[in-house]
């Protein structure tokens, strides 16, 4: 494979970009040898549905697009950011908020650290904000090699 891939969309903050932009990361990393039916696709579909949700949700009408951008470095390190043309920076909110949403953030990081993996947001220079992770690139078949080794 190549030593850098790299794959970007850009949607419009609505509700059904949310499953086109899943669509368009499961598709990617099944192009870059990542099929559908994994574990780590899995993973990587919950964060980021995650993560567009909150672009649609909590930019409040102020960013009218999101961009996906995702790249893959010689097939060590898979990085996934969405990004918003909204300046405010996803806080936490106080527990008693927190019952019907609020927790999207808190399963991204902690997915994120399951798998060995970085989370990370950082302003963009027109002033919004790109929110990504950074994981551990593993295809089925290193998986499968590495689970045959830890064995007793």
């Known amino acids: 494979m190549a030593d850098h891939l790299e794959a970007s969309v850009t949607l419009p903050s609505d509700p059904a970009s949310v499953s086109a932009a899943r669509a368009y990361v499961v598709g990617t990393l099944a192009e870059w040898g990542l099929p559908a039916d994994t574990e780590v696709s899995d993973t990587v579909r919950l964060i980021i ?7 649609v ?7 009218p697009t999101f961009t996906v951008d995702m790249a893959l470095d010689r097939d060590e390190r898979l990085r996934i950011g ?3 043309s909204h300046p405010r920076f996803p806080r936490r909110l106080p527990a008693a908020v927190q019952q019907d ?3 999207g953030l808190v399963i991204i990081r902690w997915l994120t650290a399951e798998c060995g993996g970085r989370f990370r947001i950082r302003p963009t220079r027109e002033g919004g904000k790109t929110i ?3 994981l551990p690139w ?3 078949a ?3 090699t590495t689970a045959v080794r830890q064995e007793p």
């Open 138 to 140: 593993a295809t089925p």
């Open 101 to 103: 949403n609020g927790r």
């Open 142 to 144: 290193r998986t499968a």
């Open 132 to 134: 990504s992770v950074e």
């Open 82 to 84: 969405v990004t918003d």
């Open 49 to 55: 549905s995650e993560l567009a949700t909150n672009a």
């Open 57 to 63: 949700q909590h930019t409040f009408g102020q960013s």
